[in-house]
C-alpha cells in the first residue's frame, strides 16, 4: 500500500497531484519571488496543492562556465522568503551531506539530484535530518534499481521518501520515458512525481549546455497523470529563451494555467 507523504500539510499520494515548479535555479532575488508569486496564484486558482522548487547551486552544470547560482547561503534566504512571503512549502536539491544539513533547516523538501542517487552518503545524510526526501531517479538507472535507494533513506527511519521519474538516456543526447516506470516504482509504497521539463531534456546537446524540446512538455505530462502519478514537477520561467538554466526545457509561466488545466481535467476523468 502506497504511503502518504505529508510535506506542510500537502498530502502526497492523495488526490488531487501535487504540482512541484519553479525556476531551475535561483537567478535573482525579484525574478525568484515574482515567478513563486506567480505560481502561488496559478494554483491557488485551480485548487491545486503547490510546492515551490528552485536551486541554489546547480553543481552538475554541463561546462564550467555555465551559471550555478547565488549558492547555498544567499540561495535559503531567497528560499526561506519565499517559504514565509506565500506560505508555501520549498524545495532545493543538496549535493552533500554538509549541505543536507544546513539546507534541512530552511527547506521543507530536500532533492537529491537525478546524477547523485546512488550517493550512500548523501540519501543517509538527507534521510537523519527527518525532512522529506525526493530522490530523483537516475537516468542511468532502472525503476528497478530506485529501491535500493529507497532502503538508504530508510536506514536511518525517515520514511517521508518521494521519488521522481525525469526519463532514461536513451543514447547520446537523448532521454526517453518508458511509463511502465511509474506503476513499477509505485509498487514500492512510496508516492512518485514525474518530471516533465527533465524528461524532455537533451542532455549536453547544444555542446557546452544542453538543449531540450518543450513542445513535448504537455503531452508527457498529460500521459503520466492519466498513468497514476502523484505530482507532476515543471521548471518554469518567466521568460525561458533567457532563463540562465534549462531554458530549452522550461515551460513559460504564461502557458502554467491551460497547462495545469488539462492534466486536472485528466485526472478528474480517472
Keep these: 500500500m502506497e ?26 532575488e525579484d525574478i525568484t519571488i515574482n515567478i513563486a508569486e506567480m505560481l502561488v496564484k496559478i494554483t491557488r486558482s ?38 514565509e512571503n506565500f506560505d508555501c512549502p520549498v524545495l532545493t536539491d543538496v549535493h552533500s551531506k554538509e549541505e ?23 540519501l543517509v545524510a538527507c534521510g537523519v535530518t527527518g525532512r522529506a526526501v525526493n530522490i530523483k531517479k537516475g537516468q542511468f538507472m532502472s525503476p528497478y534499481d530506485i529501491k535500493y535507494a529507497i532502503e538508504k533513506v530508510k536506514s536511518t527511519g525517515n520514511e517521508r521518501i518521494i521519488i521522481t521519474e525525469r526519463g532514461t538516456c536513451f543514447g ?11 506503476p513499477i516504482m509505485k509498487g514500492f509504497g512510496y508516492p512518485v512525481i514525474f518530471d516533465a521539463t527533465h524528461s524532455v531534456q537533451k542532455p549536453a546537446s547544444l555542446f557546452n549546455r544542453s538543449g531540450g524540446e518543450r513542445e513535448f512538455v504537455l503531452p508527457l ?34 502557458d502554467l494555467w491551460e497547462y495545469l488545466g488539462v492534466l486536472k481535467r485528466i485526472e478528474a476523468a480517472l
Design 221 to 254: 505530462a498529460k500521459a503520466a497523470i492519466a498513468v497514476g502519478v502523484d505530482g507532476i514537477f515543471m521548471e518554469v520561467h518567466i521568460d525561458p529563451a533567457q532563463a540562465l538554466c534549462d531554458g530549452e526545457n522550461s515551460v513559460s509561466v504564461s
Design 100 to 122: 543536507a544539513a544546513i539546507a534541512a533547516e530552511i527547506v521543507d523538501v530536500l532533492q537529491v539530484p537525478a546524477l547523485l542517487s546512488r550517493q550512500t552518503n548523501l
Design 46 to 83: 485551480l485548487n491545486i496543492p503547490f510546492i515551490f522548487k528552485s536551486s541554489y547551486d546547480k553543481a552538475n552544470r554541463t561546462s564550467i562556465s555555465s551559471y550555478r547560482g547565488p549558492g547555498i547561503k544567499e540561495g535559503l534566504k531567497i528560499l526561506k522568503k519565499i517559504k
Design 3 to 28: 504511503k502518504e507523504v505529508d510535506i506542510a500539510g500537502i498530502k502526497i499520494g492523495k488526490r488531487p497531484f501535487v504540482f512541484i515548479g519553479g525556476p531551475c535555479v535561483i537567478e535573482t
Design 172 to 182: 547520446y543526447n537523448n532521454l526517453v520515458n518508458d511509463f511502465r516506470a511509474i
